[in-house]
């Protein structure tokens, strides 16, 4: 159950993040949602399943049902065994009742291509991903991926190039991985973030939800909401100003 308040009434998390207004002229909305321990680790045992409750896969399916775009790096795909996305119906109503096409579509960021044309994200021709990867990726890598996806060489694969290439988007959602998280945050194109809070002390080395080479400038975000799950804490904040 999910509520605005401890112990309080139960709310339609689908009604609550359709609802959020999200706007830019300049280019797409650019959203991520991700999960974390209370000690900031992002996975335990490399995958972020053991993180999530109901309420999270709840709120993950409601914002699910916002982007035009799913974007998520080759690493996350594997990790997490991504499917096709599939939305019920009922998020597929809310959808075409806000616009929208009745699924978003999912990107998969790849320089290496270092992904199984046989994959579980592969397997739905209905939902055909795309791929986006650099100039010099393995010509051989190119053409099995493009058997099964949509596969397009860009002049690199930073975020700027990236957000670029999709910006006929009004709303772009990352879910991971760490390092494209880290490179929207250096390229200062993070203006909503949506983060549950799993009630777990999980210490070890595991990775934080972003990381990246060198230091870039923080970004300051505000706090906008906080709803209250059986266990996890969901937060959501955008950027300043």
Not at 29 to 38: G, L, P
Not at 54 to 70: E, G, S
Not at 117 to 129: I, K, M, Q, Y
Request: glycine share 8%.
């Amino acid at each position: 159950m999910i509520s605005t308040e401890p112990d309080g009434q139960p709310i339609d998390p689908l009604k609550v993040q359709m609802g959020f207004l999200r706007e830019r002229d300049d280019r797409p909305w650019v959203m991520a949602n991700f999960v974390s321990s209370i000690d900031g680790a992002a996975t335990i045992k490399g995958g972020s399943t053991p993180l999530s409750d109901d309420d999270d896969r709840a709120m993950f399916h409601a914002i699910r049902a916002v982007p035009d775009f799913i974007l998520v790096g080759a690493g996350t795909v594997r990790a997490e065994n991504y499917g096709p996305t599939h939305l019920d119906e009922k998020r597929r109503q809310a959808r075409v009742g806000a616009g929208l096409e009745p699924a978003p579509h999912l990107v998969i960021v790849s320089g290496s291509l270092d992904l199984d044309p046989d994959a579980r994200v592969f397997s739905d021709p209905e939902h055909r991903v795309t791929v986006l990867t650099h100039e010099s990726s393995p010509s051989d890598r190119f053409d099995a991926l493009s058997d099964v996806a949509d596969v397009v060489r860009l002049g690199s694969t930073d975020a700027g190039d990236v957000i670029n290439y999709l910006r006929m988007a009004k709303v772009v959602l990352c879910e991971g991985g760490p390092s494209l998280m880290g490179q929207l945050i250096a390229a200062d194109l993070i203006d909503e973030m949506a983060l549950t809070v799993s009630p777990l002390l999980v210490a070890g080395d595991a990775p934080r939800i972003a990381h990246g080479r060198g230091e870039s400038p923080p970004l300051d975000m505000t706090l906008d909401r906080v709803l209250y799950g059986s266990r996890s804490l969901f937060l959501r904040y955008l950027r300043a100003g």
